[in-house]
């Protein structure tokens, strides 16, 4: 496998970042999921499906996760 010249992905590298945000991506669901069914007591309303404080913070954690894994990659270059 050839490694990515510095600051640019080949595809190898853009299918492990890929692979990596689907990665990440599953407990942001899981967490805005349980807060859903948290809410939901008598039946389901438009307003059980708003974002929670909690929910919100774990997307912008779920943000810098996938920018830093992003950028990681990119700086990395190849090993000699």
């Given at each position: 496998?050839?490694?990515?010249?510095?600051?640019?992905?080949?595809?190898?590298?853009?299918?492990?970042?890929v692979?990596?945000?689907?990665?990440?991506?599953?407990?942001?669901?899981?967490?805005?999921?349980?807060?859903?069914?948290?809410?939901?007591?008598?039946?389901?309303?438009?307003?059980?499906?708003?974002?929670?404080?909690?929910?919100?913070?774990?997307?912008?954690?779920?943000?810098?996760?996938?920018?830093?894994?992003?950028?990681?990659?990119?700086?990395?270059?190849?090993?000699?």
């Open positions: 496998m050839k490694q990515s010249p510095k600051w640019t992905l080949n595809t190898t590298d853009a299918k492990k970042w692979k990596n945000t689907i990665l990440f991506l599953a407990p942001l669901f899981l967490m805005y999921f349980a807060s859903i069914t948290a809410l939901i007591q008598d039946g389901l309303a438009l307003s059980d499906f708003k974002i929670q404080p909690l929910v919100a913070g774990a997307m912008v954690l779920y943000l810098l996760n996938v920018v830093t894994d992003l950028l990681k990659k990119l700086q990395e270059g190849p090993k000699e």
